[in-house]
Protein backbone atom coordinates (compact mmCIF):
# COMPACT_ATOMS: atom_id res chain seq x y z
CA UNK A 1 0.00 0.00 0.00
CA UNK A 2 1.25 3.46 -0.90
CA UNK A 3 1.78 6.10 2.13
CA UNK A 4 1.32 9.74 0.89
CA UNK A 5 2.73 12.02 2.83
CA UNK A 6 -0.86 13.57 4.00
CA UNK A 7 -1.63 10.19 5.26
CA UNK A 8 1.75 9.99 7.15
CA UNK A 9 0.68 13.43 9.03
CA UNK A 10 -2.88 11.86 9.86
CA UNK A 11 -1.06 9.11 11.57
CA UNK A 12 0.98 11.55 13.63
CA UNK A 13 -2.13 13.02 15.16
CA UNK A 14 -0.87 16.60 13.95
CA UNK A 15 -3.21 18.58 16.73
CA UNK A 16 -1.04 17.38 19.60
CA UNK A 17 2.17 18.97 18.20
CA UNK A 18 1.69 22.09 20.00
CA UNK A 19 2.61 20.67 23.06
CA UNK A 20 5.94 19.27 21.49
CA UNK A 21 6.25 22.75 19.90
CA UNK A 22 5.59 24.60 23.52
CA UNK A 23 8.72 23.14 25.95
CA UNK A 24 11.62 24.53 23.32
CA UNK A 25 9.72 27.72 22.49
CA UNK A 26 9.17 28.69 26.72
CA UNK A 27 12.69 27.31 27.55
CA UNK A 28 13.74 29.76 24.85
CA UNK A 29 11.72 32.86 25.98
CA UNK A 30 12.68 32.11 29.42
CA UNK A 31 16.70 31.88 28.37
CA UNK A 32 15.83 35.48 26.45
CA UNK A 33 14.04 36.74 29.66
CA UNK A 34 16.96 36.16 32.50
CA UNK A 35 20.11 36.74 30.40
CA UNK A 36 21.56 39.42 29.75
CA UNK A 37 22.06 39.94 25.78
CA UNK A 38 21.52 36.61 25.23
CA UNK A 39 21.63 35.46 21.50
CA UNK A 40 19.37 32.48 20.63
CA UNK A 41 21.27 29.52 18.94
CA UNK A 42 17.79 29.34 16.07
CA UNK A 43 19.79 26.37 13.93
CA UNK A 44 19.68 24.30 17.46
CA UNK A 45 16.49 25.62 18.36
CA UNK A 46 14.70 24.61 14.99
CA UNK A 47 17.01 20.75 15.99
CA UNK A 48 15.67 20.67 19.11
CA UNK A 49 12.09 21.66 18.23
CA UNK A 50 12.01 18.60 15.20
CA UNK A 51 13.96 15.86 17.61
CA UNK A 52 10.92 16.56 19.92
CA UNK A 53 8.55 16.52 17.45
CA UNK A 54 9.80 13.32 16.31
CA UNK A 55 10.11 11.69 18.72
CA UNK A 56 6.18 12.84 19.71
CA UNK A 57 5.27 11.77 16.22
CA UNK A 58 7.03 8.34 16.71
CA UNK A 59 4.94 7.70 20.01
CA UNK A 60 1.63 8.55 18.64
CA UNK A 61 1.88 6.36 15.78
CA UNK A 62 3.43 3.75 17.97
CA UNK A 63 0.38 4.13 20.13
CA UNK A 64 -2.18 3.30 17.08
CA UNK A 65 -0.12 0.30 16.15
CA UNK A 66 -0.43 -1.21 19.37
CA UNK A 67 -4.13 0.12 19.97
CA UNK A 68 -5.39 -1.81 16.83
CA UNK A 69 -3.15 -4.91 17.41
CA UNK A 70 -4.95 -5.15 20.82
CA UNK A 71 -8.69 -4.32 19.72
CA UNK A 72 -8.44 -1.25 21.65
CA UNK A 73 -9.20 0.99 18.53
CA UNK A 74 -12.04 -0.25 16.32
CA UNK A 75 -15.20 1.45 13.98
CA UNK A 76 -16.81 3.67 16.71
CA UNK A 77 -14.48 4.08 19.04
CA UNK A 78 -12.22 7.93 19.59
CA UNK A 79 -8.89 8.61 20.07
CA UNK A 80 -6.84 7.43 17.17
CA UNK A 81 -5.68 8.36 13.65
CA UNK A 82 -7.97 6.54 12.18
CA UNK A 83 -5.24 5.23 9.62
CA UNK A 84 -5.37 1.80 10.54
CA UNK A 85 -9.66 1.38 10.94
CA UNK A 86 -9.77 3.16 7.62
CA UNK A 87 -7.26 0.82 6.04
CA UNK A 88 -5.30 3.81 4.67
CA UNK A 89 -2.11 2.78 5.99
CA UNK A 90 -1.50 -1.19 7.54
CA UNK A 91 0.03 -2.44 10.28
CA UNK A 92 3.29 -2.93 8.98
CA UNK A 93 3.64 0.53 7.04
CA UNK A 94 2.22 2.09 10.44
CA UNK A 95 4.99 0.17 12.25
CA UNK A 96 8.16 1.36 10.30
CA UNK A 97 6.90 5.41 10.28
CA UNK A 98 7.15 5.02 14.26
CA UNK A 99 10.54 3.03 14.01
CA UNK A 100 11.57 5.91 11.36
CA UNK A 101 10.84 8.88 13.64
CA UNK A 102 12.08 7.62 16.34
CA UNK A 103 15.61 6.74 14.69
CA UNK A 104 15.58 10.00 13.12
CA UNK A 105 14.68 12.01 16.48
CA UNK A 106 17.51 9.97 17.99
CA UNK A 107 20.11 11.04 15.20
CA UNK A 108 18.90 15.08 15.86
CA UNK A 109 19.11 14.32 19.59
CA UNK A 110 23.14 12.89 19.41
CA UNK A 111 23.97 15.53 16.76
CA UNK A 112 22.71 18.53 19.74
CA UNK A 113 24.44 16.33 22.14
CA UNK A 114 27.58 16.74 19.81
CA UNK A 115 27.64 20.47 19.04
CA UNK A 116 27.59 22.33 22.26
CA UNK A 117 29.93 21.54 25.00
CA UNK A 118 29.43 18.81 27.76
CA UNK A 119 26.54 18.29 25.43
CA UNK A 120 26.01 14.51 26.66
CA UNK A 121 24.71 15.69 30.03
CA UNK A 122 21.69 16.26 27.70
CA UNK A 123 21.72 12.23 27.60
CA UNK A 124 19.68 11.47 30.80
CA UNK A 125 16.55 13.49 29.71
CA UNK A 126 16.46 12.05 26.23
CA UNK A 127 16.85 8.74 27.62
CA UNK A 128 14.16 9.49 30.20
CA UNK A 129 11.83 10.99 27.56
CA UNK A 130 12.55 8.04 24.72
CA UNK A 131 11.65 5.34 27.37
CA UNK A 132 8.60 7.19 28.22
CA UNK A 133 7.48 7.57 24.52
CA UNK A 134 8.89 4.37 23.33
CA UNK A 135 7.53 1.94 25.76
CA UNK A 136 3.98 4.41 26.24
CA UNK A 137 2.31 1.13 24.75
CA UNK A 138 5.13 -0.88 23.88
CA UNK A 139 5.52 -4.47 25.12
CA UNK A 140 7.29 -4.93 28.16
CA UNK A 141 6.43 -1.57 30.17
CA UNK A 142 3.81 -0.39 28.15
CA UNK A 143 2.72 2.50 30.65
CA UNK A 144 -0.66 3.86 28.84
CA UNK A 145 -2.60 0.57 29.83
CA UNK A 146 -1.36 0.30 33.01
CA UNK A 147 -1.97 4.01 34.77
CA UNK A 148 1.07 5.37 34.33
CA UNK A 149 0.35 7.46 31.41
CA UNK A 150 -0.73 10.63 32.71
CA UNK A 151 2.94 10.70 34.85
CA UNK A 152 4.65 9.67 31.39
CA UNK A 153 3.11 13.09 29.22
CA UNK A 154 3.18 15.38 32.27
CA UNK A 155 7.23 14.42 32.57
CA UNK A 156 7.92 14.16 28.81
CA UNK A 157 6.42 17.67 27.78
CA UNK A 158 6.93 19.11 30.70
CA UNK A 159 10.10 19.11 32.58
CA UNK A 160 12.21 17.04 30.41
CA UNK A 161 11.35 18.93 27.36
CA UNK A 162 11.72 22.14 28.90
CA UNK A 163 14.64 22.22 30.50
CA UNK A 164 16.76 20.19 27.70
CA UNK A 165 15.47 23.16 25.28
CA UNK A 166 17.06 25.37 28.35
CA UNK A 167 20.16 23.63 28.33
CA UNK A 168 20.84 23.74 24.21
CA UNK A 169 20.49 27.39 24.31
CA UNK A 170 22.05 28.41 27.24
CA UNK A 171 24.67 25.55 28.60
CA UNK A 172 22.81 25.18 31.64
CA UNK A 173 20.11 23.95 33.82
CA UNK A 174 17.44 26.06 35.80
CA UNK A 175 15.26 25.89 38.51
CA UNK A 176 13.11 28.22 36.97
CA UNK A 177 12.92 26.27 33.91
CA UNK A 178 11.62 22.81 35.47
CA UNK A 179 8.86 25.33 37.86
CA UNK A 180 7.67 27.10 34.46
CA UNK A 181 7.06 23.88 33.03
CA UNK A 182 4.78 22.15 35.69
CA UNK A 183 1.79 24.34 34.63
CA UNK A 184 2.03 23.84 31.24
CA UNK A 185 2.99 19.80 31.95
CA UNK A 186 -0.55 19.98 33.56
CA UNK A 187 -2.26 21.11 30.53
CA UNK A 188 -0.71 18.55 28.57
CA UNK A 189 -1.81 15.89 31.16
CA UNK A 190 -5.40 17.29 30.86
CA UNK A 191 -5.10 16.20 27.09
CA UNK A 192 -4.60 12.85 27.86
CA UNK A 193 -6.72 12.67 30.98
CA UNK A 194 -9.70 14.60 28.61
CA UNK A 195 -9.12 11.56 26.03
CA UNK A 196 -8.87 8.78 29.07
CA UNK A 197 -12.56 10.23 30.59
CA UNK A 198 -14.25 9.93 27.36
CA UNK A 199 -12.92 6.26 27.19
CA UNK A 200 -13.61 4.92 30.36
CA UNK A 201 -15.85 2.26 29.17
CA UNK A 202 -14.07 1.30 26.48
CA UNK A 203 -10.53 1.05 28.09
CA UNK A 204 -12.46 -1.51 31.01
CA UNK A 205 -13.79 -3.44 28.14
CA UNK A 206 -10.52 -3.40 27.14
CA UNK A 207 -8.89 -4.26 30.62
CA UNK A 208 -7.14 -0.98 30.39
CA UNK A 209 -5.76 0.81 33.29
CA UNK A 210 -5.70 4.94 33.30
CA UNK A 211 -6.28 7.00 36.15
CA UNK A 212 -9.55 7.93 34.77
CA UNK A 213 -10.79 4.17 34.89
CA UNK A 214 -9.40 4.11 38.23
CA UNK A 215 -11.37 6.60 40.10
CA UNK A 216 -14.52 6.58 37.68
CA UNK A 217 -16.00 9.39 35.93
CA UNK A 218 -17.01 11.86 38.57
CA UNK A 219 -13.88 11.62 40.28
CA UNK A 220 -11.75 12.43 37.12
CA UNK A 221 -14.04 15.35 35.63
CA UNK A 222 -12.97 16.75 39.14
CA UNK A 223 -9.02 16.10 38.19
CA UNK A 224 -9.57 17.62 34.98
CA UNK A 225 -10.78 20.88 36.70
CA UNK A 226 -7.67 20.53 39.12
CA UNK A 227 -5.81 20.27 35.97
CA UNK A 228 -6.96 23.00 34.56
CA UNK A 229 -7.61 25.19 36.72
CA UNK A 230 -4.39 24.02 39.16
CA UNK A 231 -2.37 25.03 36.07
CA UNK A 232 -3.46 28.96 36.46
CA UNK A 233 -3.05 28.55 39.83
CA UNK A 234 0.44 27.57 39.20
CA UNK A 235 1.15 30.56 37.80
CA UNK A 236 -0.61 33.07 40.01
CA UNK A 237 1.85 31.50 42.98
CA UNK A 238 4.62 31.85 40.91
CA UNK A 239 3.95 35.23 40.07
CA UNK A 240 3.30 35.97 43.54
CA UNK A 241 6.64 34.93 44.74
CA UNK A 242 8.08 36.68 41.70
CA UNK A 243 9.49 33.44 40.13
CA UNK A 244 7.22 34.94 37.08
CA UNK A 245 6.58 38.52 36.23
CA UNK A 246 3.21 40.08 36.79
CA UNK A 247 2.70 39.77 32.98
CA UNK A 248 2.54 36.13 33.05
CA UNK A 249 -1.00 36.37 34.64
CA UNK A 250 -1.81 36.92 30.80
CA UNK A 251 -2.68 33.50 30.90
CA UNK A 252 -6.25 34.97 33.08
CA UNK A 253 -7.41 35.73 29.30
CA UNK A 254 -7.93 31.93 28.16
CA UNK A 255 -10.21 31.29 31.74
CA UNK A 256 -12.79 32.02 29.35
CA UNK A 257 -11.75 29.21 27.40
CA UNK A 258 -10.88 26.60 30.35
CA UNK A 259 -14.33 27.05 31.59
CA UNK A 260 -16.36 26.05 28.66
CA UNK A 261 -13.90 23.07 28.49
CA UNK A 262 -14.10 22.16 31.90
CA UNK A 263 -18.62 22.12 31.41
CA UNK A 264 -18.10 20.01 27.94
CA UNK A 265 -15.84 17.66 29.93
CA UNK A 266 -18.85 17.50 32.56
CA UNK A 267 -21.50 16.42 29.79
CA UNK A 268 -22.22 13.17 29.02
CA UNK A 269 -21.38 11.76 26.77
CA UNK A 270 -18.15 13.43 26.69
CA UNK A 271 -17.17 15.38 23.77
CA UNK A 272 -15.46 13.05 21.14
CA UNK A 273 -13.21 16.25 20.57
CA UNK A 274 -12.51 16.45 24.10
CA UNK A 275 -8.70 15.83 24.08
CA UNK A 276 -7.99 18.50 20.78
CA UNK A 277 -10.55 21.19 22.37
CA UNK A 278 -8.09 20.50 25.31
CA UNK A 279 -5.50 21.21 23.33
CA UNK A 280 -5.82 24.30 21.96
CA UNK A 281 -6.33 25.39 25.57
CA UNK A 282 -3.15 24.04 25.71
CA UNK A 283 -2.03 26.32 23.03
CA UNK A 284 -3.77 29.39 23.86
CA UNK A 285 -2.30 29.10 27.58
CA UNK A 286 1.45 28.72 26.56
CA UNK A 287 1.11 31.59 24.32
CA UNK A 288 0.28 34.29 26.69
CA UNK A 289 2.77 32.83 29.06
CA UNK A 290 5.33 33.27 26.43
CA UNK A 291 4.13 36.54 26.44
CA UNK A 292 4.04 37.53 29.35
CA UNK A 293 7.58 36.44 30.02
CA UNK A 294 8.46 38.33 26.64
CA UNK A 295 6.68 41.82 28.37
CA UNK A 296 8.47 40.96 31.81
CA UNK A 297 11.61 41.03 29.95
CA UNK A 298 11.05 44.69 28.07
CA UNK A 299 9.17 45.88 31.26
CA UNK A 300 12.74 45.42 32.98
Not at 24 to 43: C, G, H, R, T, Y
Not at 91 to 99: D, F, G, W
Not at 111 to 121: A, H, Q, V
Not at 184 to 195: P, Q
Request: proline share 6%; net charge positive; hydrophobic share 50%.
Amino acid sequence: MYMNIKTCIKSARPFSFTVSFVPPALALVLASSQIENFKPDWFLFVLTFLGGFLAHAGANILSDYFDYKKGIDRPGTYGSSGVLINDEMTPKEVLNLAVFCFAMAALFGLYIMYSLPNGFTLLWLAAAGGFLGFFYTTPPFVLKYRAWGDFAVFMAFGPLMTLGGYFVQTGQYSLKAFLISIPVAMLVDAILHANNTRDIENDKNCRIKTIAGLIGRPSSVKMYQILVYGSYAAVAIMAALTILPVYSLLVLLSLPLAKSNVEKIKAIPTPPDADAMTAKLHSAFSVLLMAGLFLGKIAG
